[in-house]
């Protein structure tokens, strides 16, 4: 077995020789420094990834009080709006509802003047002649507006075709 050697290193090493202690102390200290570097390498590796989401949960955590300020406030100025939009809706509505009871008040006013102002005209144009007729016509045309006096003289003249 003398013929068993190998060069390694420069160096003469029996193959067939039993390792030595000090050979074996030698390789364990080379795994257990490989360990040792790995496990250090993990460690600084799991540190920063550790101060990189802390940092990127701080920045999340201010990221998120800034979007609950933004998206707050623009609430707010919706719900401002929108509340400033309804009472200008409401005051809308009364304002339309008032002008048409003004409207409907008018309405009735002009009814009432209507009719008493076709039963006048239509008594004066019955009772009087053709002449007298267009004389009292222009006199109430005085007394009345343009619309009213239109609006008596063609219920006048109905009432004249239709009475004969």
């Known amino acids: 077995m003398a013929g068993d050697s190998e060069a390694v290193d420069g160096a003469l090493v029996d193959l067939s020789a039993r390792p030595t202690t000090q050979m074996l102390l030698a390789v364990h200290h080379d795994r257990y420094t490989q360990l040792l570097r ?7 590796r799991a ?4 101060v990189r989401r802390k ?9 998120s ?3 609950q300020r933004i998206y707050w406030t623009r609430w707010r100025e919706f ?3 929108r509340q ?3 009472q200008n809706d409401e005051i809308k509505d009364l304002e339309q509802e008032e ?3 003004e409207e409907e008040k008018l309405r009735s006013m002009e009814e009432a003047a209507n009719n008493v102002g076709i039963t006048e005209v239509t008594d004066t144009i019955v009772s009087k002649s053709d002449e007298e007729g267009d004389s009292s016509d222009q006199s109430a045309a005085a007394l009345m507006t343009k619309r009213h ?3 008596v003289q063609k219920a006048a003249t109905t009432f004249l075709l239709y009475s004969n």
């Open 38 to 44: 790995a496990f250090l390498a993990w460690k600084r």
């Open 47 to 50: 540190q920063a990834q550790r």
């Open 55 to 63: 940092r990127i949960a701080t920045a999340c955590r201010v990221g």
């Open 65 to 67: 009080v800034f979007c």
């Open 79 to 81: 719900a401002a709006e």
């Open 84 to 86: 400033q939009q309804r």
């Open 99 to 101: 002008k048409e009871e």
């Open 149 to 151: 006096y239109i609006k």
